[in-house]
């Protein structure tokens, strides 16, 4: 099983499968391709509200970076590369949709009947979902990235192509935002 | 250390559950603070949680890439014309000769933006700025604009209020490193940066929506709107906590202050 970049360090791994990827290996693409497909597809889900949208950036956006494979420098982060094409391609839907407002999510279900405690529980993560879904799309992309991919404010700036100091602002504003709208519904219930 | 300046450093941290000794020591007598920085811990763990369908054609498309042909094949790939290609950052040969053909472009986005500045439909309605805008504040506007590659790429006003925006908070943003690095004596001309962006940029653009339908163009109106709204609240608020900075800090809100305030009346008249 290769592991992929999770932090910082891109492994050895996938160092080569991504230089065996140039060369023309689509086995090694297709291995890349395994390991940061469900995430981006999630990252990009959290931006579209739609699962179908999410699903076609997904895909475009690998092959994006297929195509554009000989243009990446070895050595350099490939996840950070591979979310800004995603980023870019997510930005020109956009632009072309002419569409200002991002849906609502339709996907998340409401809470069902069963024991109190996890109706709590999954009314607590609707709630969670609501808020972050609020955000302005800019926040919410870059919490996202802070939050779930754990990049640097650094990486967040390259994926996004903005400065460092915009993507701790997005950052600073998401949480603020999210503590704002959830209060008190983050407090740890008491035993 | 007061409460509101702690929660401004937590905020900012790459990792809030690494605290520095100066907020650590602040939350172990600040029981209030510690159980704010318990929910902002919460809440980071939490997100990742949201749910999300799981794709659905992931083998589908190894499956794609696997085949002799080229995927690209499959169907054209759209990428912007004539805009730097910056989602695939390459070796340092080839990045030199784009920064030679973005040279190049950039000339002739020069000489087109200079013809088109001056086609600008720059007074639009009773309500824009009677005022006519100083040559500084154009000028000013300008040197911000000339070299930003979202700017050339932009083709319609609802695409240029979308970037102006995102300029404004990135001045605004510079404005809080520049008082963190003690730059306070740069801090006016940020300031007065900001007020340009919003007089000469932000409200020309909302005014030349016109051909947005009504609804899409309140919303938009109403988001730029509630965006400048909250850089006033921030600046006044670090106008409270840093005195030296307050005059250009209080500048900067009273330019979003007028922004958020045109820009709802312009929402409310479409």
């Known amino acids: ?54 699903e076609d950036l997904t895909q475009e956006s690998f092959l994006k970076a297929f195509a554009n494979l000989h243009r990446f420098q070895a050595g350099s982060n490939f996840r950070a590369w591979l979310f800004r094409i995603a980023h870019n391609t997510f930005l020109n839907q956009r632009r072309a949709a002419s569409r200002q ?83 008190d519904s983050l407090d740890e219930e008491k035993p | 250390m007061n409460c509101e300046t702690v929660h401004q450093r937590v905020l900012g941290l790459e990792r809030p559950d690494r605290l520095p000794a100066e907020v650590s020591a602040h939350l172990a007598r600040c029981s209030a603070c510690t159980a704010w920085h318990r929910r902002l811990l919460r809440l980071e763990r939490e997100i990742p949680t949201i749910p999300a369908p799981a794709p659905l054609h992931l083998q589908d498309f190894l499956a794609r890439l696997q085949e002799q042909s080229s995927p690209v094949e499959a169907g054209p790939i759209v990428l912007p014309v004539a805009v730097p290609d910056r989602s695939a950052p390459g070796p340092r040969k080839e990045r030199g000769l784009q920064k030679l053909a973005l040279a190049i472009a950039l000339a002739a986005s020069l000489l087109f933006f ?41 083709r319609t006003p609802q695409e240029r209020l979308e970037v ?58 109403q988001q730029v709107a509630r965006h400048l709204a909250e850089t006033e609240s921030a600046a006044e608020r670090l106008a409270l906590e840093v005195p030296s900075a307050a005059g250009p800090l209080r500048e900067i809100a009273s330019a979003a202050r007028d922004g958020d305030r045109r820009l709802r009346h312009l929402a409310a008249r479409s």
């Open chain 1, 1 to 54: 099983m290769v592991t992929l970049d999770t932090g910082e360090r891109a492994t050895a791994d996938e160092s080569t499968l991504v230089r065996q990827a140039q060369r023309g290996d689509r086995t090694a693409f297709a291995t890349l391709v395994e390991g940061y497909y469900e995430r981006l597809h999630r990252w990009l889900y959290q931006l579209t509200h739609d699962r179908h949208s999410a």
């Open chain 1, 101 to 183: 407002t991002d849906p609502l999510p339709t996907d998340v279900k409401g809470a069902e009947e069963g024991p109190v405690e996890l109706l709590l529980q999954k009314e607590a993560i609707a709630h969670l979902t609501r808020a972050v879904g609020r955000l302005p799309a800019d926040f919410r992309a870059a919490l996202l990235l802070r939050v779930e991919e754990e990049m640097s404010f650094r990486q967040i700036a390259d994926v996004l192509n903005i400065t460092e100091e915009t993507a701790r602002w997005r950052v600073f504003k998401a949480r603020q935002k999210l503590l704002r709208v959830l209060g």
């Open chain 2, 114 to 154: 200079a013809v088109a500045w001056w086609a600008w439909p720059r007074r639009l309605g009773t309500n824009h700025n009677p005022t006519a805008p100083t040559e500084q504040q154009v000028s000013l506007l300008e040197a911000r604009l000339k070299d930003d590659a979202r700017w050339k790429a932009a």
């Open chain 2, 164 to 221: 102006l925006t995102h300029v404004a908070d990135e001045v605004h943003v510079q404005a809080h490193s520049l008082i963190r690095a003690g730059k306070l004596e740069q801090l006016k001309g940020q300031a007065r940066l900001y007020r340009a962006i919003i007089e000469d940029g932000i409200l020309p653009q909302a005014d030349a929506l016109k051909d947005l339908a009504s609804s899409e163009r309140t919303i938009l109106l």
